[in-house]
């Protein structure tokens, strides 16, 4: 099955604005995490949101999470130039001890100066 | 900041070679991990490591793929005979003993088979 599925595949806004990406999943789960690519780059570890929370924030970015639609939202405020990068969902699956991550194929997000 | 590294970040072999890939984990960290990314896909997991043994693998990681830990620092990855399909970004991670998920990635090692 199909686990951390983003949307939109690609995002495109000017420099202040907001910029929100979604991700959904299938399986029941102990965490989701955000995590960020800069082109041809190592993953960066943006925010991790248990599965009893509904909310959290850090910095400019706030994660929401709803078990009950099996979804998450990524919001990132006053963007800039260097948010510039691919955005990926992943989830780590309820039941599993090894913390496998599953990720989902990312969003581009491209923030015009 | 502590920080994975990994080895080389680049390399470039012929089909049915062998390759080994180095990452050197954060010092004190006690879970390692290796994903990979083929070009435009999504980061995939390939094993999980834990107290000197593999905890979990996926089916990619056939008998092709192995890892060792031979000593107190470094991480290895290595494929035998390596295919085209091989072809891909490498990550290694890893994660500490407070287990709060979240891992901590190395730049990759960008293998490509020819």
């Known amino acids: 099955s199909q686990q951390g599925e983003e949307d939109p595949q690609a995002l495109s806004i000017q420099e202040g604005e907001n910029a929100t990406m979604n991700c959904s999943y299938k399986?029941?789960?102990?965490?989701l995490q955000w995590y960020r690519q800069n082109s041809g780059r190592g993953l960066v570890h943006l925010i991790l949101?248990?599965?009893?929370?509904r909310e959290k924030h850090s910095g400019r970015l706030r994660v929401t999470l709803d078990t009950s639609k099996k979804s998450s939202s990524l919001l990132i405020t006053a963007s800039r130039a260097a948010d510039t990068a691919s955005y990926f969902c992943a989830t780590d699956g309820r039941g599993g001890s090894n913390y496998k991550l599953t990720f989902g194929k990312g969003t581009l997000l491209t923030v015009n100066p | 900041e502590p920080e994975v590294t990994q080895t080389p970040s680049h390399q470039v072999t012929q089909m049915g070679q062998e390759v080994i890939l180095h990452c050197v984990p954060i010092?004190?960290?006690?879970?390692f991990y290796w994903y990979r990314q083929i070009l435009g896909q999504k980061v995939e997991f390939l094993v999980s490591?834990?107290?000197?043994?593999?905890?979990?693998k996926s089916e990619i990681f056939d008998d092709q793929f192995s890892v060792e830990r031979p000593d107190g620092s470094n991480f290895t990855l290595k494929i035998r005979s390596t295919k085209l399909e091989d072809s891909a970004m490498y990550f290694c991670?890893?994660?500490?003993?407070?287990?709060?998920?979240?891992?901590?990635f190395g730049e990759g090692s960008r293998l490509t088979v020819l």
């Open positions: 399986t029941s789960i102990n965490n």
């Open positions: 490591f834990y107290n000197n043994e593999i905890s979990e």
């Open positions: 010092s004190n960290h006690l879970y």
């Open positions: 949101i248990r599965s009893n929370e």
């Open positions: 991670a890893s994660m500490g003993s407070g287990r709060t998920g979240e891992l901590f």
